[in-house]
């Protein structure tokens, strides 16, 4: 909703809006912008009087806003709907979707046709830091989203990404999330096939070759060319980052990021933008370029020979991936991960038993446990001594900082702000 925002004030609207606990990066994005930030949904913003409210999924009935909105009978929309009707119409629209690497593939692709002097406008669920913004709208018929499986709004079911009718798709990968919303992972895939369904037939499907769940989807019925990554006889990579299409060499990938995820991640932004028309060897030197997004595997500062990182990893494969990388990149150095259970998913309890494997990695595990319902120690309990978990934050960074030493590197991970802990904690490793 914060990109909206940008987007809306670009073409031309007064914008404001309101939210509770906005935190960095987005909240400095929008200061920047000069776009007014309330917070909390008291009735009296009614007295700006705008011509429209663009309400997100976040709010639903019984908001105190949102129910004078109704009772007046003012007029409202979605987020995506108003992006679609007013941004997205007339642009050759690209989008990312899948359950990880949305926000990285989306940066990544962005990044490829910027380099590639195609001036894209995009909305990215990040800030990427090649571009300093996470939205941005241009004159350029390109616009690159990320194209999220989640509800709409409180008045709109349908996955936000229908609304987005992208001629090039990239369907990254496909589990199960959002339990607060799904019933199962067959309930998502069906959402994906509506989106499938939008796709016309002169544009491209750009599609993990790894994940079935993403070939029941276009099982399903299926319009427009895919093309596969991660396969033989599609986009691949090699353990040399030489990177193939059909079999034939494209090039080689010369970077600095961590894990095989990202590879994946690079073969699906390079198929994408070769479809809107730039050249592999280009994609391949704008990746040689690109600076990822804040808060995935940030770091935030070195305290002592310490390091600590800030992703936004809160999904158990997420998690996964993202100390696999660091550990590749250390080697046998120490990492402290510290977790936050925070999604509406983790919060359910619904992967609490995939948490140990998704930690194996780590030589010691942190987890706050100050919003669970349920008992995040006796899930971590198969992880024995190396697993911390604590209901207070301060006792939890206290623990942090006295267990870290020289070289080690601590991974905090979460999908919101977690109560300031990685400016809480340099401070105390400082001392």
């Not at 960095?24 to 009614?46: A, C, F, H, T, W």
């Not at 704008?286 to 600076?291: I, K, S």
């Not at 494997?357 to 190396?386: E, I, T």
Request: contains cysteine; negative net charge; aromatic residues 8%.
């Amino acid at each position: 909703m914060g990109g909206i925002a940008v987007l809306a004030q670009q073409a031309g609207y007064r914008v404001s809006g309101c939210d509770s606990n906005v935190y960095p990066p987005m909240s400095s994005q929008l200061e920047s912008q000069g776009i007014e930030l309330i917070e909390g949904y008291g009735v009296e913003q009614l007295d700006l009087k705008p011509d429209l409210f663009v309400i997100g999924n976040v709010v639903s009935r019984g908001n105190p806003l949102v129910e004078e909105i109704l009772n007046r009978n003012l007029p409202y929309i979605s987020g995506p709907q108003w992006l679609a009707q007013t941004i997205l119409r007339d642009k050759w629209v690209l989008g990312v979707a899948g359950t990880h690497g949305k926000t990285t593939t989306s940066a990544m692709l962005a990044w490829i046709l910027e380099y590639g002097g195609l001036a894209p406008g995009f909305l990215i669920g990040g800030v990427p830091q090649n571009f300093g913004l996470s939205a941005r709208l241009t004159e350029s018929p390109f616009f690159v989203i990320e194209a999220d499986e989640y509800d709409t709004a409180f008045f709109d079911k349908r996955s936000k990404f229908v609304h987005y009718h992208p001629r090039t798709a990239i369907l990254n990968n496909l589990e199960f999330d959002h339990a607060d919303i799904f019933d199962d992972l067959a309930a998502i895939e069906t959402q994906f096939h509506h989106l499938v369904r939008t796709i016309p037939g002169n544009g491209l499907i750009v599609s993990n070759g790894r994940e079935p769940a993403l070939d029941r989807v276009l099982q399903r019925g299926c319009w427009t060319p895919v093309e596969r990554f991660g396969t033989e006889d599609g986009w691949r990579i090699d353990a040399g980052n030489r990177v193939s299409r059909g079999g034939n060499l494209q090039g080689m990938l010369n970077w600095e990021l961590l894990g095989e995820h990202n590879r994946q991640n690079a073969l699906a932004a390079l198929a994408a933008a070769r479809h809107a028309g730039v050249p592999v060897a280009q994609g391949l030197a704008a990746l040689g370029e690109f600076r990822n997004v804040k808060r995935r595997m940030e770091v935030r500062g070195v305290i002592n020979g310490i390091t600590v990182y800030d992703d936004f990893a809160h999904h158990p494969t997420a998690i996964a991936t993202t100390v696999e990388g660091l550990r590749h990149k250390i080697n046998g150095a120490r990492i402290l991960a510290v977790l936050e259970p925070r999604s509406n998913t983790m919060k359910l309890g619904v992967m609490k038993e995939a948490l140990p494997g998704s930690l194996k990695d780590a030589d010691l595990v942190f987890c706050y446990a100050g919003n669970l319902d349920w008992d995040a120690r006796g899930a971590l309990a198969p992880l024995g001594s190396k697993a911390v978990v604590e209901k207070d934050l301060g006792a939890l960074i206290d623990k942090i900082a006295s267990a870290a030493r020289a070289g080690d590197h601590i991974l905090v991970m979460s999908n919101g702000g977690f109560g300031g802990i990685h400016e809480k904690l340099l401070n105390l490793l400082k001392k």
